[in-house]
């Protein structure tokens, strides 16, 4: 039976208030390009049918114009967060995890093979060129199928059962995308964080394309830009997810003005973006945001001397309290966010290690089991996370509507006494000298847990954990390297044990991908071997061996075809079963909290959100283009 789900645009068919359709009041930053005629007043500047959000509808206050946000980074690649949270998206979620069209005007799908976006009449780019169908058949046809661009051919992503989807631009206005079977995951990766591509700005990208770009002058510009060659140049040029290029025109509320490299980077409205209020002033309301590279280190310490207006990267909550007591001597407010993480932190035991015995250890349940349950998670909430979090198993949060208790629960109450029992019943009987188990081979069984010693929430927990494991024959030693060499030893087998985090989207619905769950990629430190084998379809890595495994590996390519949330709900269920009983990932607290530091001047920031990459993009749902500042007392 085919079904047909249609959403559109929150609000979109509320007629343009009035205040929008000529007289509008317009923001003083753009005073002086409206004043020399280089900008079009706010009515040419919007779509026909832009996107009114209902400030007053979802409790917040309408705002005002102005002002600057300052912000601090890690560095100069953290500038990705204005994309995360400035969640610009063709589709994207709501505070209530639902999908609205945002950049689309509507969108249709029909058995959730056949996907039908209408764009809005008269979008525009930030530099004023309009948004059309063209610029997707340009992604289309001129990067995603052209071999020199796209060496491996179509992103994964974009294929259901190995096939790609038939692409059809219907009008100027209206683009279609067909598979043969279900592709049930296309619009979360359009809503996630780092958003699947379907477009480009044509009219920008040609000049750096062989296609329609002389030779002459594009041997000039690869020089010019110090690349290999065209395909290089164009690549770098397209960059949309980490916004280098200030000339590559965007649809985000602001853009980025300053090339890398750079101490500070400044991002200013994007004066054709196409959302407005409900008394028909053009979001966003903040002018700017200023982006000052700190070390990572400090940015705590100088959050709380008073130097940000909105801060949350770089922050943990181990700094709430000094935060907190900065309210107190600048004009600064501190919130507590709800991390979405399936836990805060969980240990990895790698069944793909190097260590053969080590490995045959880890890829026996028992052994994950004993480690889990050895764990006192009470003891490690109350000293770590001042009995404010929630120990539990690496799972989904109660805010999922996939949770169970029984998901939580399983093989997360600390019970040393079973945990002995096991590693007995697996054969480790044998102690030496210091009260250390004797692996097969003789050695003590002495793990070292590898972390990026990012944060010394990691090294607390830790300790914790030692002891907890000391007390069933299992010593534990710490090591930290820099992130990209502790990841890249995680790949190649060398590391037995590593700390990281749990579930990245631990408020899943049935709708969104449970990729997570299963060996889908080479950075999922449990099983990289795995992962990279299905990430490569088979040519590299290794299949799993586990049946539990095999199992997951399948239910997934089930989900990948389902068609009705009925049958993506019985999915997860047993997905998240087998995780919780397989205890691959080994979850300590969860439901923890994350500080966000903003101006007391800065209205619209909710006091309470779900904190997380995926699916919430940190701030992105709560929609910052609306966030504005308070006139001066």
């Not at 949060?397 to 002995?420: F, G, M, V």
């Amino acid at each position: 039976m085919i079904t047909r789900r249609t959403a559109l645009g929150l609000l979109a068919s509320t007629l343009l208030p009035a205040a929008a359709r000529g007289g509008a009041v317009e923001p003083a930053f753009l005073a002086p390009l409206l004043k020399a005629a280089q900008l079009p007043a706010m009515k040419d500047r919007l779509p026909k049918t832009p996107r009114v959000i209902d400030l007053a509808a979802g409790g917040q206050k309408p705002g005002r114009y102005g002002g600057s946000v300052r912000m601090l980074i890690g560095g100069q690649r953290d500038i990705r967060h204005m994309t995360i949270f400035g969640y610009t998206r063709l589709v994207g979620y709501d505070t209530d995890l639902e999908l609205h069209a945002d950049v689309a005007e509507s969108f249709e799908q029909v058995d959730d093979r056949i996907y039908t976006f209408r764009l809005r009449e008269g979008h525009r780019w930030s530099d004023g060129h309009y948004l059309t169908s063209e610029d997707f058949r340009y992604y289309w046809e001129d990067v995603l199928l052209n071999k020199e661009l796209k060496r491996g051919g179509l992103p994964v992503e974009l294929l259901s059962q190995g096939k790609p989807p038939h692409f059809e631009v219907i009008d100027k206005y209206t683009v279609r995308y067909s598979w043969e079977t279900p592709k049930p995951e296309f619009l979360p990766r359009l809503a996630g964080p780092q958003p699947l591509v379907l477009m480009l700005p044509a009219h920008y990208m040609k000049q750096f394309h062989a296609k329609y770009q002389d030779n002459i002058r594009l041997s000039a510009l690869v020089r010019q830009e110090r690349v290999e060659d065209w395909t290089d140049l164009h690549t770098k040029m397209s960059r949309t997810y980490r916004p280098e290029n200030p000339d590559l025109p965007t649809l985000d509320p602001w853009r980025n003005t300053i090339s890398p490299p750079a101490a500070q980077f400044v991002f200013e409205r994007n004066p054709y973006y196409h959302r407005v209020d409900e008394n028909g002033l053009q979001l966003p309301y903040i002018d700017r945001f200023v982006l000052n590279v700190s070390s990572p280190d400090i940015i705590p310490a100088k959050t709380g001397a008073g130097e940000v207006d909105l801060q949350f990267v770089g922050l943990d909550f181990i700094d709430f309290t000094f935060l907190k007591d900065a309210e107190k001597r600048y004009p600064m407010k501190v919130d507590l966010w709800k991390k979405t993480q399936g836990s805060r932190l969980a240990i990895l035991p790698n069944l793909n290690c190097r260590d053969t015995v080590w490995r045959t250890l880890f890829q026996d349940v028992r052994m994950r089991r004993a480690l889990s349950i050895a764990i006192d998670r009470r003891e490690i909430n109350m000293a770590a996370f001042f009995g404010l979090g929630t120990p539990s198993a690496d799972t989904v949060l109660p805010e999922s509507p996939l949770y169970k208790a029984d998901y939580a629960e399983a093989w997360a109450k600390h019970d040393p006494d079973r945990a002995n029992a096991l590693l007995d019943e697996i054969g480790l009987v044998e102690r030496d000298s210091d009260g250390i188990r004797l692996l097969p081979d003789g050695r003590s069984a002495k793990i070292i847990i590898e972390t990026t010693g990012e944060s010394n929430l990691e090294t607390d927990v830790l300790e914790l954990v030692t002891d907890h494991w000391r007390k069933i024959g299992i010593a534990l030693f710490i090591r930290t390297s820099q992130r990209d060499v502790f990841r890249s030893r995680a790949i190649s087998g060398e590391v037995t044990m590593s700390l990281w985090f749990g579930l990245d989207n631990g408020v899943p619905t049935s709708d969104m991908s449970p990729k997570p769950l299963a060996p889908t990629a080479e950075d999922q430190l449990q099983w990289p071997i795995w992962g990279a084998h299905y990430l490569s379809g088979g040519s590299t890595g290794e299949a799993p061996t586990l049946p539990e495994v095999k199992r997951l590996v399948a239910l997934l390519d089930e989900w990948q075809i389902s068609a009705t949330r009925q049958e993506r709900r019985a999915i997860w269920g047993e997905m998240l079963a087998i995780h919780a009983d397989q205890v691959y990932s080994i979850g300590i607290v969860n439901g923890t909290l994350q500080p966000v530091v903003r101006s007391a001047r800065l209205e619209n920031v909710p006091d309470k959100g779900l904190f997380g990459f995926d699916p919430t993009c940190y701030l992105g749902v709560y929609k910052p283009d609306t966030f504005w500042y308070v006139e001066e007392a």
